[in-house]
């Protein structure tokens, strides 16, 4: 008799940039997790890393996969999901699953869960960061730095745009990982956070005083002081944040995204910009990444401007994603229902 076939793990998170690679010792621990019955593939081709993963696939990665049960990688393309007949479950060290949602996928009864909320303190932290350099006029003191120019009208008069977080009313759209760590973090500040989630029903998560519905958007914007675009991209957010939505903001406001670029109008955001109707905005996600160097986004320095890596920290993240793979992947083995487990329909 012959024996039996192994279930098979293809892990393919060589990525390209070595902030979002696997360590060494991540692939130890994989490797020293395994269970018996199970033969661990770690792609040594390089993969794509960049917003939700699922880029061009090697030609390893394609051959590995024949025979997979298993993927673990940054998202997933439909190249390696056509490849991979015995697929049962994708797990995705990204947060974002849009480009994994392609037709195949979403008609297929394969498991696939994400890395949300790895991300939510890394991000927070971001988020906070960036607030209060707008909220203690820090922009107006590095341009001043930058002129040799000591001046403290900008701070002083009676139109300074210098407040304290504790002034601040914070309007985060959407309320998972991401949005409660920011929510917790202004409020243990003395803001009060108020969240706008899908389904209002269900309460507010921690760090929120309140919970709104989408529907309920519009109302809470002129009593916003910060708003923070932390929600998946979907039907619903798709150009959330539009021209009309932005003249709704009083002129301190500020605008954070650290979602998709997509949730914002980034023209009609500038074009205010520039003519003082909204404060400043912080900004890590764009319509179209890399951001064109024609974009007035650049030259406006109540912008602080990041390429995409709000969610970067080589210390911690492995850490966490890993814990949320072996956790998952004993679940998996057990039967028992995956953490993250995304809902095909709703896109998240």
């Not at 940054?74 to 949602?101: C, K, M, N, T």
């Not at 989630?197 to 910060?226: Q, Y």
């Not at 912008?303 to 210390?315: E, I, K, M, N, Q």
């Amino acid at each position: 008799m012959s024996p039996a076939r192994a279930h098979r793990l293809v892990v393919d998170l060589a990525s390209t940039s070595k902030n979002w690679s696997l360590p060494e010792w991540g692939q130890e621990k994989l490797l020293e997790r395994s269970p018996e019955g199970w033969d661990v593939h770690m792609v040594r081709a390089s993969t794509k890393s960049d917003g939700d993963g699922g880029g061009r696939a090697s030609e390893e990665v394609l051959e590995a996969v024949r025979d997979a049960e298993v993927y673990f990688g940054f998202g997933v393309s439909e190249s390696v999901f056509a490849a991979a007949p015995g697929l049962r479950w994708v797990h995705s060290a990204a947060a974002g699953v849009g480009s994994a949602l392609f037709p195949a996928m979403r008609q297929s009864n394969v498991l696939l869960t994400n890395s949300a909320g790895i991300m939510g303190d890394t991000i927070a932290e971001h988020v906070v960061g960036g607030v209060i350099y707008l909220l203690r006029s820090m922009d107006i003191a590095v341009a001043q730095q930058r002129e040799a120019r000591w001046d403290k009208s900008p701070f002083v008069e009676p139109d300074s745009t210098v407040r304290e977080v504790s002034e601040c009313t914070v309007l985060v759209v959407g309320t998972g990982g991401i949005g409660q760590g920011v929510a917790t973090r202004f409020t243990a500040m003395g803001a009060t956070c108020v969240g706008v989630r899908r389904r209002p029903g269900r309460g507010a998560p921690p760090g929120f005083a309140r919970v709104v519905g989408l529907d309920a958007l519009d109302e809470e914007l002129p009593g916003a002081d910060v708003i923070v675009l932390c929600a998946p991209l979907t039907g619903e957010t798709d150009g959330l944040l539009d021209a009309r939505r932005l003249d709704c903001l009083h002129r301190g406001a500020i605008v954070v995204n650290v979602a998709r670029g997509a949730l914002l109008d980034e023209h009609a955001l500038a074009l205010r910009l520039q003519a003082g109707r909204i404060r400043g905005a912080v900004l890590d996600v764009f319509q179209h990444e890399p951001l064109d160097g024609a974009s007035p986004l650049w030259a406006l320095s109540q912008v602080l401007l990041t390429p995409h890596v709000a969610a970067v920290s080589p210390r911690r993240f492995w850490e966490r994603a890993l814990e949320l793979f072996l956790d998952n992947w004993a679940r998996y083995r057990a039967g028992e229902s995956l953490r993250n487990l995304v809902d095909k329909d709703a896109g998240y």
